[in-house]
């Protein structure tokens, strides 16, 4: 069974410090994404990356794809109370690719 | 159409009734998907249907649970005389073909309660 174990589980921060969250596994994937899920809602798309070593910048969320695609990180920057949220990384089998495996997410807590 | 609609938000049931979960995709998108995502839990992968066929349900119980995605009309998530460990949030997202396996567009998702 393909995992994507997240870690820390749980994060609470003030504003204006950084974070690094990280996603990894056994498993290569061809492709991976982060998700940021709001209490009550569905999870909302941020990135996919999908080769080994890409780094994707979104503001200041910085999303790293390990060399080998089995592990990916997830930097931001002076955070702020908006970035409060879960955030959820989910890869891709081959195969049909609609079978995404989502980690159980890193519940981040932004305090102002 | 602003994104994957999902009816109803949140959904009642007793012991042994029938649950529909209904879920219109984003416009131009033909392939949906099913996940469920139950307390302290990930989202775990259901089923994955283009439009009048499966074409993964590796994740679907075998017994009570039915998914279809009609020519016209919502995908309908159907879940025949429920238990108490149904109860959960069922997401439903959609992708155009082109992206498939490559990020999803959400629903928010129906609640189930079963009583």
């Known amino acids: 069974t393909q995992l994507l174990e997240q870690s820390p589980q749980f994060l609470s921060i003030q504003e204006g410090e950084n974070l690094t969250v990280y996603c990894n596994s056994s498993?290569?994937?061809?492709?991976l994404q982060w998700y940021r899920q709001e209490p009550g809602e569905g999870p909302v798309l941020l990135v996919t990356v999908v080769t080994g070593g890409e780094v994707k910048k979104l503001k200041r969320l910085t999303f790293q794809f390990g060399d080998a695609r089995k592990d990916s990180s997830l930097h931001i920057t002076a955070a702020q109370p908006g970035d409060t949220g879960l955030y959820l990384c989910a890869g891709a089998q081959g195969g049909s690719q609609g079978n995404l495996i989502f980690g159980k997410g890193t519940k981040l807590s932004v305090k102002p | 159409n602003a994104g994957v609609m999902q009816n109803p938000r949140h959904l009642v049931r007793r012991r042994g009734q029938e649950a529909r979960l209904r879920c219109s995709p984003v416009k131009g998108h033909s392939h949906v998907y099913w996940y469920r995502q139950l307390p302290e839990e990930g989202l775990k992968f259901m089923v994955y249907?283009?439009?009048?066929?499966?074409?993964?349900e590796s994740g679907m119980p075998k017994e009570r649970f039915s998914a279809e995605f009609p020519k016209e009309g919502p995908s309908i998530l159907r879940i025949q005389q429920v238990v108490r460990g149904d109860s959960a949030a069922y997401f439903c997202?959609?992708?155009?073909?082109?992206?498939?396996?490559?990020?999803?567009?959400f629903g928010s998702g129906t609640r189930l309660t079963v009583v």
């Open positions: 249907l283009q439009k009048e066929n499966i074409i993964d």
């Open positions: 498993s290569v994937f061809s492709s």
């Open positions: 997202a959609s992708s155009p073909a082109s992206l498939r396996g490559y990020g999803y567009t």
